[in-house]
């Protein structure tokens, strides 16, 4: 699999206290696009002063498609094509997607 990664972090910078959010964002694929794996989190840190507890939103895709055929350009019009896949959104109060509280499936193929 080939992978693609970005991480940042962002200030918003206020008269009296700075807030913080961490970005970072995951895509693995396999040649031809076949395989997917796209993940997303922002995570914002708490800020005591201001009562603004840590929150965090996760997002998770995969999907996988058919092979190609081994002939060039080849079709078979009597066989269907499927896709299967899943995703999820996570989001909550928490710091890590595995301690957010809310979890909503919003995409199944096929699961398998």
């Known amino acids: 699999m080939q992978k693609q990664f970005f991480r940042a972090v962002i200030k918003a910078i206020g008269e009296s206290i700075t807030r913080s959010y961490k970005v970072s964002v995951s895509y693995d ?10 993940k997303f989190m922002i995570n914002r840190a708490p800020v005591p002063s201001l009562d603004i507890s840590a929150y965090t ?11 190609f055929s081994k002939e060039f350009m080849g079709v078979d019009f009597n066989s269907e094509m499927e896709v299967s ?6 989001y909550g109060t ?11 499936e919003f995409f199944l193929l096929n699961e398998e």
């Open 57 to 67: 939103v996760c997002v998770a895709y995969e999907s996988k498609f058919p092979d």
């Open 85 to 90: 896949g899943k995703g999820m959104v996570q």
């Open 29 to 38: 694929f396999t040649p031809g696009y076949l395989q997917n794996r796209f």
């Open 94 to 104: 928490g710091s890590e997607c595995d301690q957010v509280i809310e979890l909503q």
